[in-house]
């Protein structure tokens, strides 16, 4: 089945089994505007009525034209009025909200960077589950460099990925690295060449789509939880977590699946 509409600053669609956002602002290098804000929240909602009748397991997100996200609009802001403007709700009202939500996602996001990040683009990048760049892309932690602080979880994101001296250094110095760098530091899940980028991630989203989705959903909490708490706590955690995956219908469909010798269908139960 597939399914598309237009917004005006996205595109989504869905079909397969997988979901799609596109960033659709490529004259802005796809920075986040109010607009595009209320149509995410909108397209997440699409992505969760249609988890939970199965249509959906797996949401990408990506962008259109040379820019994955380039964070805010900065042409937006008007500098004669930036002192009454409270960016502390800007983030409250839409990018936090944006952020904690994806992470609670009854599907895994994949999040499939076509080109820079920067800024909040760049935390957005972070926030999936796995996050695939394509080898021209880049990552940027603009916000020094316009005297901001790193925000949409970026500072709980990038030392955790990638160590306090390397988050230091690409936040406080808000230098460009490359999409292969961010993989050899483990910033992100792969790189792969330009020419191969839309087929890996199709061959992605189509994985993900046909894999034991609860399970996955469980594993992303587990990890989620392992951020803060202690190895006795945190095998407590996997003891309910594993509890929950054993009476599910893909653990029967995957030991079934291991004996008779074939490929597992799950059904993401
Ligand atoms: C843009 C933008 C952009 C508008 C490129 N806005 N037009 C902040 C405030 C409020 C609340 C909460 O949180 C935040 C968090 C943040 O995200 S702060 C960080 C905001 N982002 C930035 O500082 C990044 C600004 N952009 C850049 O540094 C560069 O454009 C990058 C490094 C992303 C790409 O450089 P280039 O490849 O050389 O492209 P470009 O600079 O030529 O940009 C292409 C066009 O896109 C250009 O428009 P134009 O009409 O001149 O062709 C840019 O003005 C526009 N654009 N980023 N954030």
């Given at each position: 089945?597939?399914?598309?509409?237009?917004?005006?600053?996205?595109?989504?669609?869905?079909?397969?089994?997988?979901?799609?956002?596109?960033?659709?602002?490529?004259?802005?290098?796809?920075?986040?505007?109010?607009?595009?804000?209320?149509?995410?929240?909108?397209?997440?909602?699409r992505v969760e009525a249609a988890a939970?009748?199965?249509?959906?397991?797996?949401?990408?997100?990506?962008?259109?034209?040379?820019?994955?996200?380039?964070?805010?609009?900065?042409?937006?802001?008007?500098?004669?009025?930036?002192?009454?403007?409270?960016?502390?709700?800007?983030?409250?009202?839409?990018?936090?909200?944006?952020?904690?939500?994806?992470?609670?996602?009854?599907?895994?996001?994949?999040?499939?960077?076509?080109?820079?990040?920067?800024?909040?683009?760049?935390?957005?990048?972070?926030?999936?589950?796995?996050?695939?760049?394509?080898?021209?892309?880049?990552?940027?932690?603009?916000?020094?460099?316009?005297?901001?602080?790193?925000?949409?979880?970026?500072?709980?994101?990038?030392?955790?990925?990638?160590?306090?001296?390397?988050?230091?250094?690409?936040?406080?110095?808000?230098?460009?690295?490359?999409?292969?760098?961010?993989?050899?530091?483990?910033?992100?899940?792969?790189?792969?060449?330009?020419?191969?980028?839309?087929?890996?991630?199709?061959?992605?989203?189509?994985?993900?789509?046909?894999?034991?989705?609860?399970?996955?959903?469980a594993t992303r909490a587990l990890l989620?939880?392992?951020?803060?708490?202690?190895?006795?706590?945190?095998?407590?955690?996997?003891?309910?977590?594993?509890?929950?995956?054993?009476?599910?219908?893909?653990?029967?469909?995957?030991?079934t699946a291991f004996r008779e010798k074939?490929?597992?269908?799950?059904?993401?139960?």
């Amino acid at each position: 089945m597939t399914a598309a509409s237009a917004y005006t600053f996205i595109r989504y669609s869905e079909a397969d089994g997988v979901a799609r956002i596109t960033l659709h602002r490529p004259d802005k290098l796809n920075a986040f505007s109010d607009v595009m804000f209320g149509e995410m929240r909108d397209a997440m909602d699409r992505v969760e009525a249609a988890a939970a009748d199965g249509a959906v397991r797996v949401l990408v997100i990506t962008g259109a034209g040379r820019g994955f996200c380039a964070g805010a609009d900065l042409a937006a802001i008007d500098p004669a009025t930036l002192g009454d403007v409270d960016l502390g709700m800007v983030l409250e009202r839409d990018y936090n909200p944006m952020v904690l939500r994806l992470q609670k996602l009854p599907v895994p996001v994949l999040c499939a960077v076509n080109g820079v990040a920067a800024g909040a683009g760049a935390s957005l990048a972070l926030a999936g589950d796995i996050t695939v760049a394509a080898r021209s892309a880049n990552f940027v932690l603009a916000f020094a460099r316009i005297g901001l602080v790193p925000d949409a979880g970026a500072t709980f994101l990038l030392p955790r990925r990638i160590g306090r001296a390397r988050a230091a250094g690409l936040a406080m110095l808000g230098e460009k690295i490359d999409a292969t760098t961010a993989e050899r530091w483990g910033l992100i899940w792969q790189c792969v060449d330009d020419a191969d980028f839309a087929t890996t991630i199709d061959a992605l989203a189509a994985r993900l789509a046909c894999a034991p989705t609860k399970a996955l959903i469980a594993t992303r909490a587990l990890l989620n939880c392992a951020e803060t708490s202690s190895l006795a706590d945190q095998v407590a955690a996997e003891r309910a977590m594993q509890a929950q995956a054993g009476r599910g219908a893909d653990f029967r469909e995957g030991v079934t699946a291991f004996r008779e010798k074939r490929p597992a269908v799950f059904r993401g139960r």
